[in-house]
């Protein structure tokens, strides 16, 4: 049953969909800040710090930080399902603050609440959905996520165009929107069973318990083993790099398309939109339907070199409208196949079950705080130093990134999330299972 009387079950792709869902809003709410943050400029009077501050602890930096770390550890001890009962709640409310918003600290309380909320769903969606899926078409199924994570902006930017004559009223709709999506994919959650392999893993741990053993769950022995530190520094050096770049473009973009491209505010979303388009494009046919079955290595490599090359354009060459074009084909399709696509697969597959959401809270705040300082900062770095400094240190992030992936990258295709684990972790845990077994049979 799925604990809920009369709720019909969501399970096989709809619960994948439904899941996938945090990705959705978690982007579409920083775009949607993204689209309309001059119109908010204009009408609360915001200085470069209270700019800075609200692309800080949105959805884009602290609050999902914090959100993260929370929530990877509720979603360890209470179960995956437990947070999709709650979260969603939480960030229906913040939106609500958002969209009556007539002051900046009624706006800044909204921005805190649902970044809080987005980031307690985001490790929750890509365990889950790595758990779930067939072991055969896990990059297709964790793909789900990167292809919502997709569709968000594109929906948000391009309403932020279609409402343009709206001013702040069309920011406020598409907050609204939001508001909506949040609540239907709410409902449908309801239905979702638990993870069976985290169902697994929650009787072994009783199990050990029944005979006075204990298995170590704590974020202490996340950092003890070397296999788990190693594939730290792997994921964080690829995730946290470049989201140093992505994170603040989803904030900043269209901000500065309009401040040093001399765009409009339509012309600047709808220029987003396109990115995102190329995006969800290359999520699908590339990653989705790839992932499972090309080297992922090589796959990473492409995505990884076009990502720079898309930002020496923008910041060496002049923001003419071609070179515009060419950028966001070759930053929106690198996106949609690259650093956050295999980091959401990654980070489910290189850890094992009894904290594996609580690792990727840990790296996803790491990530998302580093993104948050960077947010503060970069509007006065391009006010004071111009756009290039900023547009450097974005390719410095990226040959990070992509060294780091590209010689990292680990062979876990086509493997069970049960075989990855006895490959990295030995006999170990298979071991403390077989004991606790046999010593509740000679009880028996």
Same mark, same amino acid.
């Given at each position: 049953?799925?604990?809920?009387?009369?709720?019909? +079950?969501?399970?096989?792709?709809?619960?994948?969909?439904?899941?996938?869902?945090?990705?959705? &809003?978690?982007?579409?709410?920083?775009?949607?800040?993204?689209?309309?943050? $001059?119109?908010?400029?204009?009408?609360?009077?915001?200085?470069?710090?209270?700019?800075?501050?609200?692309?800080?602890?949105?959805?884009?930096?602290?609050?999902?930080?914090?959100?993260?770390?929370?929530?990877?550890?509720?979603?360890?001890?209470?179960?995956?399902?437990?947070?999709?009962?709650?979260?969603?709640?939480?960030?229906?409310?913040?939106?609500?603050?958002?969209?009556?918003?007539?002051?900046?600290?009624?706006?800044?309380?909204?921005?805190?609440?649902?970044?809080?909320?987005?980031?307690?769903?985001?490790?929750?969606?890509?365990?889950?959905?790595?758990?779930?899926?067939?072991?055969?078409?896990?990059?297709?199924?964790?793909?789900?996520? #990167?292809? =919502?994570?997709?569709?968000?902006?594109? *929906?948000?930017?391009?309403?932020?165009?279609?409402?343009?004559?709206?001013?702040?009223?069309?920011?406020?709709?598409?907050? *609204?929107?939001?508001?909506?999506?949040?609540? &239907?994919?709410?409902?449908?959650?309801?239905?979702?069973?638990?993870?069976?392999?985290?169902?697994?893993?929650?009787?072994? #741990?009783?199990?050990?318990?029944?005979?006075? +053993?204990?298995?170590?769950?704590?974020?202490?022995?996340?950092?003890?083993?070397?296999?788990?530190?190693?594939?730290?520094?792997?994921?964080?050096?690829?995730?946290?790099?470049?989201?140093?770049?992505?994170? *603040?473009?989803?904030?900043?973009?269209?901000? &500065?398309?309009?401040?040093?491209?001399?765009?409009?505010?339509?012309?600047?979303?709808?220029? #987003?939109?396109?990115?995102?388009?190329?995006?969800?494009?290359?999520?699908?046919?590339?990653?989705?339907?790839?992932?499972?079955?090309? $080297?992922?290595?090589?796959?990473?490599?492409?995505?990884?070199?076009? /990502?720079?090359?898309?930002?020496?354009?923008?910041?060496?060459?002049?923001?003419? &409208?071609?070179?515009?074009?060419?950028?966001?084909?070759?930053?929106?399709?690198?996106?949609?196949?690259?650093?956050?696509?295999?980091?959401?697969?990654? =980070?489910?597959?290189?850890?094992?079950?009894?904290?594996?959401?609580? *690792? #990727?809270?840990?790296?996803?705040?790491?990530?998302?705080?580093?993104?948050?300082?960077?947010?503060?900062?970069?509007?006065?770095?391009?006010?004071?130093?111009?756009?290039?400094?900023?547009?450097?240190?974005?390719?410095?992030?990226?040959?990070?990134?992509?060294?780091? /992936?590209?010689?990292?990258?680990?062979?876990?295709?086509?493997?069970?999330? +049960?075989?990855?684990?006895?490959?990295?972790?030995?006999?170990?845990?298979?071991?403390?299972?077989?004991?606790?077994?046999?010593?509740?049979?000679?009880?028996?």
């Amino acid at each position: 049953m799925s604990g809920y009387i009369g709720i019909k +079950q969501t399970k096989g792709w709809k619960a994948t969909i439904s899941v996938a869902m945090s990705n959705y &809003i978690e982007a579409g709410s920083i775009v949607a800040g993204a689209g309309g943050l $001059s119109l908010w400029v204009e009408y609360l009077h915001l200085n470069d710090i209270e700019i800075g501050l609200l692309g800080a602890v949105s959805a884009n930096a602290f609050g999902a930080a914090i959100g993260a770390l929370l929530g990877g550890y509720l979603c360890d001890k209470y179960g995956r399902k437990f947070i999709y009962t709650y979260d969603l709640l939480v960030y229906m409310l913040g939106m609500l603050f958002i969209i009556c918003s007539i002051n900046f600290p009624m706006l800044l309380t909204g921005y805190i609440i649902t970044g809080l909320a987005v980031g307690a769903g985001v490790p929750a969606s890509w365990t889950y959905i790595a758990e779930e899926a067939p072991h055969t078409k896990r990059a297709a199924h964790t793909g789900t996520a #990167q292809l =919502a994570w997709s569709l968000g902006p594109v *929906a948000a930017l391009l309403l932020s165009v279609l409402l343009a004559p709206l001013g702040l009223l069309g920011s406020r709709l598409i907050f *609204a929107h939001l508001f909506v999506i949040a609540f &239907i994919t709410w409902y449908i959650r309801r239905g979702l069973v638990e993870s069976s392999i985290w169902k697994e893993e929650k009787a072994k #741990q009783e199990s050990l318990r029944a005979i006075g +053993q204990h298995s170590n769950t704590s974020l202490r022995e996340l950092f003890s083993k070397k296999v788990n530190r190693k594939a730290l520094l792997l994921l964080l050096g690829i995730y946290l790099f470049w989201n140093l770049t992505a994170g *603040a473009m989803g904030f900043f973009m269209p901000y &500065i398309y309009e401040t040093v491209g001399g765009l409009s505010a339509s012309t600047a979303n709808l220029l #987003q939109a396109v990115l995102w388009i190329f995006t969800v494009l290359s999520t699908y046919f590339v990653f989705m339907r790839l992932g499972d079955k090309k $080297s992922r290595r090589a796959i990473y490599a492409v995505s990884a070199i076009m /990502g720079i090359v898309a930002w020496v354009l923008l910041v060496y060459a002049k923001m003419t &409208i071609p070179v515009l074009l060419l950028f966001v084909f070759l930053w929106g399709c690198s996106a949609g196949f690259g650093a956050q696509a295999f980091y959401g697969l990654w =980070a489910s597959e290189l850890f094992p079950t009894k904290y594996r959401a609580r *690792a #990727q809270g840990f790296m996803f705040f790491v990530a998302r705080v580093a993104v948050g300082i960077w947010s503060i900062v970069m509007p006065t770095i391009i006010s004071n130093l111009g756009f290039n400094v900023a547009g450097n240190m974005m390719i410095i992030f990226l040959i990070i990134a992509a060294v780091v /992936g590209i010689v990292g990258a680990p062979r876990t295709q086509g493997k069970t999330l +049960q075989e990855i684990e006895r490959e990295r972790y030995g006999s170990e845990e298979s071991g403390k299972l077989d004991a606790s077994a046999s010593s509740l049979e000679e009880t028996m």
